[in-house]
């Protein structure tokens, strides 16, 4: 059983059908996605309905993060959904040929509710959407830190655990890490690519919406270094 972090999917749906061919997801692989499964990209329903479909089939833990707290404060409050259309409601709404969040099938609605953790962790690593105070436990994080925070002057965590996160996206196409974290949001909505990460082999693998895929390790001397 492989434990495999996805970054940023941001509704490119061909990226992510791509990357699960191109790693050969198992049943028995434990996927967490880091959040903003959501918004800006062509297909917000589809990438919802393969977690859906994954968490019933497979193992899959699927984080919050800043775009679903959005979502979140849209459906909870009339004065917030301005906001959230915004910030990727409306590309959200296409995708689900829909003119209010409350046509978005309920289903769907309930996943982005109540089916996200704030975090996971095992023995070796954290995975969080955005980032964690090193001085604090996950459970006393702040919302700030943990959906918000950019990926800057990141320093170890007090459980000496490896930090994987999304949300600060990587302009230069690869993983950014730094030992303690790393952080796998390599910006697959705005013409990037969408990245795997193996927590125990430190190998990548990443596609992106025109279907090219490329993979490496971490650790590899001949991978471009930024």
Not at 193 to 210: G, N, V
Request: aromatic share 8%; hydrophobic share 35%; net charge negative.
């Amino acid at each position: 059983m492989r434990t495999l972090a996805v970054g940023d999917i941001h509704g490119c749906y061909h990226a992510l059908r791509t990357l699960e061919a191109f790693v050969e997801f198992k049943p028995d692989d434990h996927i967490i996605t880091l959040g903003d499964h959501i918004h800006r990209g062509p297909d917000s329903r589809s990438v919802m309905e393969w977690l859906i479909n994954r968490q019933g089939k497979g193992r899959l833990t699927a984080l919050r993060g800043n775009h679903e707290c959005v979502f979140q404060a849209a459906i909870a409050s009339e004065l917030d959904r301005e906001t959230w259309l915004g910030f990727g409601g409306d590309q959200m709404l296409a995708s689900y040929n829909v003119q209010s969040i409350d046509q978005i099938p309920a289903e769907h609605r309930a996943f982005l509710q109540s089916g996200l953790k704030d975090f996971y962790e095992n023995d070796t690593h954290f995975c969080v959407h955005a980032n964690a105070r090193e001085d604090l436990t996950l459970e006393d994080q702040t919302d700030r830190m943990l959906f918000w925070k950019k990926f800057v002057d990141v320093k170890p965590h007090q459980s000496g655990k490896i930090m994987i996160c999304g949300h600060t996206p990587q302009r230069s196409g690869y993983p950014k890490d730094i030992g303690h974290a790393i952080c796998i949001d390599t910006a697959a909505a705005r013409k990037g690519w969408l990245t795997c990460l193996d927590l125990d082999s430190r190998y990548c693998w990443q596609a992106d919406e025109t279907g090219k895929t490329r993979s490496f390790s971490l650790d590899s001397a001949d991978r471009i270094a930024m």
